[in-house]
């Protein structure tokens, strides 16, 4: 079936550093890449769609010039957290679809926990 | 706007015991109705709903959708400790692109021994 990696799981950094995460499409490809984040004991938000080759689309509030979205290849979305803030500190999650598949649905990578201190 | 609500937001129940989750939705085109099951990490997947009526099973699991009423149930029988977790519902739009899901808040589900 259809796998997304997203690496790091984990990653702990220092007020105004910036955090680069990866989600990659292992054995399909992605023309589209979706970025959520999710607070504790919340829902998924939606914050981009990734779009290869193009521009990301932004959701309503949400900064782009502070969330980076990359998606060079048919495979890579990359989501960079710009001069991250503790307010910034979540859990990040992409997911992608396999439109070869048409009755599974999305498939979401592992999330990646960010704590900025 | 769109919306997607759960209920109930959380649920404690026994082991051995049946429980229905609820998902109701107000979104323009209207494409499909998921659900997930969320534990320490990513949301994994348990069905896509498109079609009123059409009950869809996995093993103790099932679900359905009505289109009319939008809204759908997700069942759940006899209960395990393992099926502890917090049940996503999202809805997925038409539109020709890709649109992202809308998710509900979930439904923290907790069996007890």
């Known amino acids: 079936g259809a796998v997304v990696s997203q690496h790091p799981s984990r990653v702990i950094c220092k007020s105004g550093t910036s955090v680069k995460i990866e989600c990659r499409s292992l054995?399909?490809?992605?023309?589209?890449m979706f970025w959520y984040r999710q607070f504790p004991k919340k829902s998924l938000m939606l914050m981009a769609t990734s779009n290869e080759g193009s521009k990301a689309t932004y959701e309503q509030g949400v900064e782009k010039d502070k969330f980076l979205i990359n998606h060079a290849s048919l495979t890579l979305s990359t989501l960079t957290v710009t001069s991250a803030h503790p307010e910034d500190s979540s859990f990040y999650i992409c997911?992608?679809?396999?439109?070869?598949?048409?009755?599974?649905?999305?498939?979401f990578g592992s999330g990646t926990r960010l704590t900025v201190v | 706007e769109d919306k997607v609500v759960q209920s109930p937001l959380s649920l404690v129940v026994h082991e051995g015991d049946t429980v229905t989750l609820n998902c109701s939705y107000e979104?323009?085109?209207?494409?499909?109705l998921l659900w997930y099951k969320q534990e320490k990490k990513a949301p994994t997947f348990l069905f896509m709903l498109?079609?009123?009526?059409i009950e869809k099973k996995s093993g103790r699991l099932s679900s359905i959708l009505d289109k009319k009423e939008l809204f759908s149930i997700l069942n759940i029988t006899a209960t395990q400790t393992g099926d502890s977790a917090v049940y996503l519902c999202?809805?997925?739009?038409?539109?020709?692109?890709?649109?992202?899901?809308?998710f509900g808040k979930g439904t923290h589900l907790i069996i007890q021994p």
């Open positions: 498109t079609s009123s009526g």
């Open positions: 997911s992608a679809r396999d439109g070869r598949i048409t009755n599974y649905g999305y498939t």
């Open positions: 979104v323009t085109n209207f494409r499909s």
């Open positions: 054995d399909f490809q992605a023309t589209t």
């Open positions: 999202a809805v997925e739009k038409s539109g020709g692109g890709a649109d992202g899901l809308t």
